[in-house]
């Protein structure tokens, strides 16, 4: 983007846009909120009235579950193309959410009684274990193309989904891990989507401290050396930062694919490639995206809904095969 | 490798399978003695004890020989077409584009009028014929090798973008075919008579003797294009021919049991490091491992949380994923 100008008119426009939406979403469902009643109940909190009570207790911690899974997805996307200098790179592709999604499967076996807290960070544990196995497969090979990372990726979720499921079954845990791993944001309470909430902003501060040095990264490693990064610690920085972020998103929303690899892209053609703006406009285009997906997935076929997951890969399978067949990334 | 190792891995892997299918026949929610079992299979027993035997456990272990081989050869031969030992049914959406096509079927199909035993085969076989055709499609590249990594890519996006619309459809379902749906998506061998018996043996049986027929046209397209060429083969019509046995195969297995993955992809890579790569002994190598293959999963899967059962779809992943990764990382791209 040209000049700070153009970009800050577009962040007013994308906040102006998520606003409107986000009100939008307020309204409609099951039970049809005129805007009037929405702003008395968020002016009210929960009361007795039906009307406030449906938008103060249903419809606003969806609504918060869908801002935070799309900027925390697409910020991880963000992060992880520009340090892995990867197009194909993401949370749900390299199988972090698949490792999240095995940590909270195993915190519910092993610790049924745990605190919201606690099963949050046994999703990170999950999502650092398939981080680890993915950056294990990496240093077995030379020569590794951007295609062999997406494949290893999805080896690596496979074998979690696998594990995943088979525990889940043989504990007779498939209830509880279903309400999270469904892919869908419905049914969430406003504690636990204030319980998610700081990490969400933790990794968001997290992710813009790194973003400078995430620019160098993406130019290519030797280029960073030289214009005097230090590779290892942004590498942990930014890794630690995908982990929060797509870690409790998936404790959120469950693994909701393609976000993070579709909005960065689309961020990077709009913004161009500096990491400090990249970051923000991806969290804003994910919130977005996330949140039409959601309104989606509610109206289609009404009253039933559409897992959320569901919709985000009618999106993002034709956009990923796109990406993954073009000229430039060889195979 | 000489005459009489393969003799001996065959005798082996038919022992090996013999054993499991009784295993697999006297388990379940009465176990039968060895010798009781014998009986009963002889002609003894009560009727109760006959319509368990034959009715209810018979289907099935059969069924799982018969699935385990027919997705084993199709693997094989989709291995030896596209030259990428990465390459599987599963793997390349056959079975998802299966599962679609026997999802719209059944969406389509009015409640009270039952299925016609061809339809749900043929539902699956154009399903899976699509979805492969658009895989190879997609990797196509002019002029150049297809790329391993990238078919294999291009089939598991296709396969996520398969399995959204099959979320899509199910959400419109209502109760009862959900229920039909989902156990029958998810991979279960339970709940077939012996029609499907008759059929899928009568598919796997023609298919697999073609291929075994023409073995020496297979190893010559294993072959590098040119020297096929070189050879007298018309490549592209054979390999579509080849193709197309193997898709309809792969998703008849897949309209009776339902989405297993990734015995197409191991089972002939055990195979060729038992016997090599000559289609000759590859194939029957192959079809038997596929066969011990899921009659173990599927009996693992019975005895695992008894009484309760656990999918035998997730037994085979939780083997089957590993695996993918292990030859992933020792492949050459």
Redesign the interface.
Known sequence: MASTRNASLLAVLLLVLLAVLSLFFLTTGMREIPLSGVMHALQAGSSQDPSDLVAWTLRLPRLLAALVCGLSFAVAGALMQGVTNNPLASPSILGINAGASFGLALAMIVLPAASLQVTIISAFFGAALATAFILVLASLKHGLTPVYIALAGTAVSAVFMAVTQVLVVFFDVAQELSYWTAGGIGGIRMASILGVMPWTILGLLLAVSVSRSVTLLSFGEDMAIGLGGKLSRIRLRAGLAVLILAGSAVAVAGPVGFVGLVVPHITRRLVGIDYRLVVPFSALFGALLVLVADIVARTVFPPFEIPLGAVTALVGVPFFLYLANRKEVRG | MGNRRYLATLLTLAALLTGLFFLHLATGFHYFTKAHLIGVLLGGGTPEEVLTVFDFRMVRSILAVLIGMGLAVSGAVFQTISKNE?ASPSLLGVNAGAALGVMLLIYGTPQATGLGIWEQPLAAVIGGGLAAGLVFF??HQRGRMT????L???G???T??L???Q??LI??LDPTRFQQINTWLIGSIFGNSWTHVDILFLVVLLITFFFLASHETLDLLALREENALGLGIRVNRTRFLFLMAAVVLASSCVAVGGSIGFIGLICPHIARRLVGVAHKRYLPVTALLGGVLLVAADYTARV??APDE??VG??V??I???Y??YI??RSR?
Do not use: D, E
């Open positions: 990465l997609l990797s790329s391993t990594y990238k294999v890519l291009n598991i996006a296709v996520a973008g399995h959204a619309l979320i899509l959400v419109g695992i949380i656990m999918l997730l037994i992943s939780l089957g994923a590993p993918f990764l992933l990382v791209g």
